[in-house]
């Protein structure tokens, strides 16, 4: 038998359609999984305290669907772009941590409304990147704080000169005053958002002139029939995880006013990966791409 011979392309297409297959059958299994007490799956309100319940377990949870999806190759390319000083909003348990290259950013600060997510982004940050960002002189924060409303007067809830120690991150409601980040991150946060569009407008006043926003979502797919399993599965998913998994992220995207620059679809457009910029900044042109 001859031997098989592929080109890049076509072996990259082969494992686009395989993963976007298997993320299309996880979701319509997962779909089917009546909602857990509330007790156990912390009442699905999108709320801190939710977080806060699921915040022990998330992590082993989600590694599974990451691996398989192939989010963890997504995380760092969207990571690797940080520079200069780095604002991540939603850190959530700091999935993202392990992907921050200390020699490329001047500060990182790290924020969500979940104490206990943000305990966890801490283990990380000390097991993961605290020695890197020492060596660098790169001085890294932990705050509480609500997406929705970021930016105010106040100074940083931690110390410029290092990561918050103890059990503490400050008060809640932490704000960062406007035009103070090169860079905004925010990865499947826009999901558990009351006003994810206000959320979007809150980095876009974080962000410096000339600055960008990174972000990484999942949401509405570019097909009908996996979007009726969205809709049909969003309140139980909801409940269960605080997330709304069918938002439509370009639309709100456009509601905050921001510019793409350019934008990837993967998973049968579940999952986009977007480069964009506060409006005022914005250059004329956009690359959007589909996978």
């Not at 006003?195 to 949401?219: K, T």
Request: net charge negative; aromatic share 10%; glycine share 10%.
């Amino acid at each position: 038998m001859p031997p098989l011979n592929f080109t890049r392309l076509q072996l990259l297409g082969f494992v686009g359609t395989y993963v976007g297959v298997v993320g299309a059958a996880y979701i319509y299994v997962r779909r089917r999984d009546p909602p857990q007490s509330k007790e156990a799956e912390g009442g699905g309100t999108g709320s801190a305290e939710t977080f806060d319940q699921l915040a022990d377990s998330y992590d082993s949870r989600l590694g599974w669907d990451e691996a398989v999806m192939g989010l963890k190759l997504l995380r760092w390319w969207v990571i690797r772009q940080a520079k200069g000083d780095v604002l991540e909003i939603s850190a959530g348990t700091g999935r993202n941590v392990p992907y921050y290259n200390a020699g490329a950013i001047s500060s990182l600060t790290f924020t969500d409304k979940s104490k206990y997510m943000l305990w966890h982004a801490k283990q990380k940050y000390d097991a993961q990147l605290r020695l890197k960002a020492e060596k660098a002189g790169v001085p890294v924060s932990f705050a509480l704080s609500d997406a929705e409303h970021l930016c105010g007067s106040s100074q940083l809830a931690a110390e410029a000169s290092g990561a918050v120690d103890g059990p503490g991150f400050g008060k809640e409601g932490h704000t960062f005053p406007a035009h103070s980040f090169d860079t905004v991150i925010d990865t499947f946060g826009l999901c558990s958002h009351e006003d994810p569009a206000a959320a979007l407008q809150e980095a876009a006043r974080a962000c410096r002139p000339g600055g960008q926003i990174y972000l990484l979502e999942h949401g509405r797919a570019s097909y009908d029939w996996l979007n009726k399993i969205l809709d049909e599965s969003a309140a139980g998913h909801h409940y269960r995880w605080g997330c709304w998994w069918n938002r439509d992220i370009t639309e709100l995207v456009s509601k905050a006013g921001l510019e793409i620059v350019s934008m990837q679809r993967w998973h049968f457009g579940t999952t986009y990966q977007i480069v964009a910029r506060p409006a005022a900044t914005a250059a004329d042109g956009q690359d959007n791409t589909q996978a």
